[in-house]
């Protein structure tokens, strides 16, 4: 079987080929018109020698045209390189030589940033510019760097769907820039990322996809509009849009995340899953679709991905549209789908994400060992089966991410969880992040879920702060609603009737907004440097 991604989607474009594929702003393509202009990209760049291996960067927010690109890449062989569109200069310096990109798809308003690079990436021979009505003029480029519009490329292409036989071998790369330090680029065979991210295996029963065919004939009798929210430079946003399409479903984009827009996306092309990012979008599209009073009918599921998706929220979900399914799924770029929670109207997910683990999941000691199934086990997750490579050009990173158990090979990127009595297991957060006050370990996650579940609290981040005494101690650096003033005291109060005394934090600074990835996920260097350059508003006595 060729359980590979152009071929899955190369199957749904047979299957239906005249239903909407991708909708973004105001442009739509059908499943054959984005197979068409895929092809052409794709023999465009193969007419410039661009083949098996080669590293496409693709540089643009939600758009047609970056669907147009990977799809096209993966076509060729080749791999498809996501490049977050809020970098600076040097951070796009080190992921274009890191990544050994030899092509970039860019949209023109990032034009000049990238002609300032190019002199220091001097693989990359070939650069697409993507008209997206920017006035920004085409900047010089070095003489060896090919330069044409991606419009104009895609003329010079054959539109025939020509190509080689492709592999459940291919490479698939995702660069994720996680909470700390440069991007890496977490390496994946097609197969494995299908199965742990794509729908090759059911997400609920754990059942493997019979077959390359099986979604697109299943797509057939007709497929959901969905509307993945996060930048498709993200990998939740990819796998949401890459699933529902091997499916024939239709994929709803807006260009950047704007909640207002989301809504009126959902009201006009009557979208009926919707994915997000935990409380970053969760809560700001709640409050618009308070304000704006949008027609949200059509929704029948939310799901959260890759992000705290906190109770208080979670409820205020629930008591808004009483009808939707409202999902929780964890897991990580380098894990793939570890788990997923339903939550209900009476559950109580309040200590962090509740969900049944997938069958290839288990919770690993400190010591390597394999956690005991009993209530209250802490460990770190581990998956095993269809797992990651590693991290590209990094065998040292890579082997701090796997672990032999039970005779078995397992990818354990550093996530704590907690055995439940029910059955299901409690996410309590990245371990790396974790603060170790007195000898107590504390979950920044657990601690964040607590102050937003305060009514004035709009998003907070929970950081290690050094303490002579214990350590360290717990600090928080805190965004209150619009319009509203904090009152600290009542907050920790509010925070100790849900979490133990020692996990309150006890350094507190106010800010107007909260630093985030384009992902969503929390920007805690960001936090960390705020809090070592600022006085804290309060700062208790850590007895």
């Given at each position: 079987?060729?359980l590979?991604?152009?071929?899955?989607?190369?199957?749904a474009?047979?299957a239906?080929?005249?239903?909407?594929?991708?909708?973004?702003?105001?442009?739509?393509?059908?499943?054959?018109?984005?197979?068409?202009?895929?092809?052409?990209?794709?023999?465009?760049?193969?007419?410039?020698?661009?083949?098996?291996?080669?590293?496409?960067?693709?540089?643009?927010?939600?758009?047609?045209?970056?669907?147009?690109?990977?799809?096209?890449?993966?076509k060729?062989?080749?791999?498809?390189?996501?490049?977050?569109?809020?970098?600076?200069?040097?951070?796009?310096?080190?992921?274009?030589?890191?990544?050994?990109?030899?092509?970039?798809?860019?949209?023109?308003?990032?034009?000049?940033?990238?002609?300032?690079?190019?002199?220091?990436?001097?693989?990359?021979?070939?650069v697409?510019?993507?008209?997206?009505?920017?006035?920004?003029?085409?900047?010089?480029?070095?003489?060896s760097?090919?330069?044409?519009?991606?419009?104009?490329?895609?003329?010079?292409?054959?539109?025939?769907?020509?190509?080689?036989?492709?592999?459940?071998?291919?490479?698939?790369?995702?660069?994720?820039?996680?909470?700390?330090?440069?991007?890496?680029?977490?390496?994946?065979?097609?197969?494995?990322?299908?199965r742990?991210?794509?729908g090759?295996?059911?997400?609920?029963?754990?059942?493997?996809v019979?077959?390359?065919?099986?979604?697109?004939?299943?797509?057939?009798?007709?497929?959901?509009?969905?509307?993945?929210?996060?930048?498709?430079?993200?990998?939740?946003?990819?796998?949401?849009?890459?699933?529902?399409?091997?499916?024939?479903?239709?994929?709803?984009?807006v260009?950047?995340?704007?909640?207002?827009?989301?809504?009126?996306?959902?009201?006009?092309?009557?979208?009926?899953?919707?994915?997000?990012?935990?409380d970053?979008?969760?809560?700001?599209?709640?409050?618009?679709?308070?304000?704006g009073?949008?027609?949200?009918?059509?929704?029948?599921?939310?799901?959260?991905?890759?992000?705290?998706?906190?109770?208080?929220?979670?409820?205020?979900?629930?008591?808004?549209?009483?009808?939707?399914?409202?999902?929780?799924?964890?897991?990580?770029?380098?894990?793939?789908?570890?788990?997923?929670?339903?939550?209900?109207?009476?559950?109580?997910?309040?200590?962090?994400?509740?969900?049944?683990?997938?069958?290839?999941?288990?919770?690993?000691?400190?010591?390597?060992?394999?956690?005991?199934?009993?209530?209250?086990?802490i460990?770190r997750?581990?998956?095993?089966?269809?797992?990651?490579?590693?991290?590209?050009?990094?065998?040292?990173?890579?082997?701090?991410?796997?672990?032999?158990?039970?005779?078995?090979?397992?990818?354990?990127?550093?996530?704590?969880?907690?055995?439940?009595?029910?059955?299901?297991?409690?996410?309590?957060?990245?371990?790396?992040?974790?603060?170790?006050?007195?000898?107590?370990?504390?979950?920044?996650?657990?601690?964040?879920?607590?102050?937003?579940?305060?009514?004035?609290?709009?998003?907070?981040?929970v950081?290690?702060?050094?303490?002579?005494?214990?350590?360290?101690?717990?600090?928080?650096?805190?965004?209150?609603?619009?319009?509203?003033?904090?009152?600290?005291?009542?907050?920790?109060?509010?925070?100790?009737?849900?979490?133990?005394?020692?996990?309150?934090?006890?350094?507190t600074?106010?800010?107007?907004?909260?630093?985030?990835?384009?992902?969503?996920?929390?920007?805690?260097?960001?936090?960390?440097?705020?809090?070592?350059?600022?006085?804290?508003?309060?700062?208790?006595?850590?007895?």
């Amino acid at each position: 079987m060729a359980l590979n991604i152009a071929d899955l989607l190369e199957h749904a474009v047979d299957a239906v080929p005249e239903r909407t594929a991708v909708i973004c702003g105001g442009e739509n393509v059908s499943y054959a018109e984005l197979d068409t202009r895929a092809n052409r990209l794709a023999n465009y760049l193969a007419s410039a020698g661009i083949g098996k291996g080669d590293h496409i960067g693709v540089y643009s927010r939600n758009s047609i045209e970056m669907i147009e690109t990977m799809f096209a890449a993966y076509k060729l062989r080749a791999i498809a390189v996501n490049v977050n569109y809020r970098y600076v200069h040097a951070e796009l310096a080190y992921l274009f030589t890191n990544a050994d990109l030899t092509v970039l798809v860019h949209e023109k308003q990032y034009s000049a940033k990238v002609a300032a690079v190019l002199p220091e990436a001097p693989k990359l021979k070939h650069v697409l510019a993507i008209d997206d009505g920017s006035s920004e003029e085409r900047a010089d480029t070095p003489d060896s760097v090919v330069t044409v519009g991606y419009e104009q490329a895609l003329a010079q292409g054959s539109p025939e769907r020509n190509f080689a036989e492709r592999s459940p071998d291919d490479l698939y790369i995702l660069y994720t820039g996680g909470t700390t330090g440069y991007p890496k680029g977490v390496l994946w065979r097609h197969e494995d990322v299908w199965r742990a991210l794509g729908g090759g295996i059911d997400f609920i029963t754990g059942e493997y996809v019979a077959d390359e065919w099986t979604l697109a004939e299943q797509g057939k009798a007709g497929g959901l509009v969905r509307l993945p929210a996060a930048p498709l430079i993200h990998g939740a946003a990819q796998w949401a849009a890459f699933g529902a399409l091997f499916a024939g479903g239709t994929v709803v984009f807006v260009p950047q995340f704007d909640a207002d827009e989301v809504w009126r996306a959902i009201e006009r092309h009557k979208v009926q899953v919707l994915t997000i990012v935990g409380d970053a979008m969760a809560r700001p599209m709640l409050d618009a679709y308070r304000e704006g009073g949008y027609d949200a009918s059509s929704l029948v599921a939310v799901s959260s991905h890759a992000a705290l998706f906190s109770h208080s929220v979670k409820q205020e979900y629930l008591a808004e549209f009483p009808g939707v399914v409202l999902t929780d799924a964890i897991g990580s770029s380098e894990s793939g789908f570890t788990g997923i929670g339903m939550m209900g109207k009476d559950a109580d997910h309040s200590a962090g994400p509740r969900v049944n683990f997938g069958k290839d999941a288990i919770l690993l000691g400190d010591d390597d060992e394999i956690v005991p199934v009993e209530p209250g086990a802490i460990g770190r997750i581990g998956r095993r089966g269809h797992v990651p490579l590693g991290y590209y050009k990094d065998p040292g990173k890579s082997a701090t991410i796997f672990v032999e158990a039970g005779g078995a090979r397992y990818v354990v990127p550093g996530d704590y969880a907690r055995y439940e009595a029910d059955g299901t297991v409690t996410l309590l957060g990245r371990g790396s992040q974790c603060v170790n006050t007195g000898g107590e370990k504390v979950f920044p996650e657990e601690v964040e879920a607590a102050l937003k579940s305060h009514p004035d609290v709009f998003d907070a981040l929970v950081i290690a702060v050094a303490d002579e005494r214990l350590g360290q101690r717990v600090g928080a650096v805190i965004a209150p609603r619009a319009g509203r003033t904090l009152d600290l005291g009542a907050v920790e109060d509010h925070v100790r009737t849900r979490i133990a005394g020692y996990k309150v934090p006890r350094s507190t600074w106010i800010v107007p907004e909260v630093s985030r990835l384009p992902s969503g996920k929390p920007d805690y260097p960001w936090a960390q440097r705020h809090a070592a350059g600022n006085e804290p508003v309060a700062a208790q006595p850590t007895n």
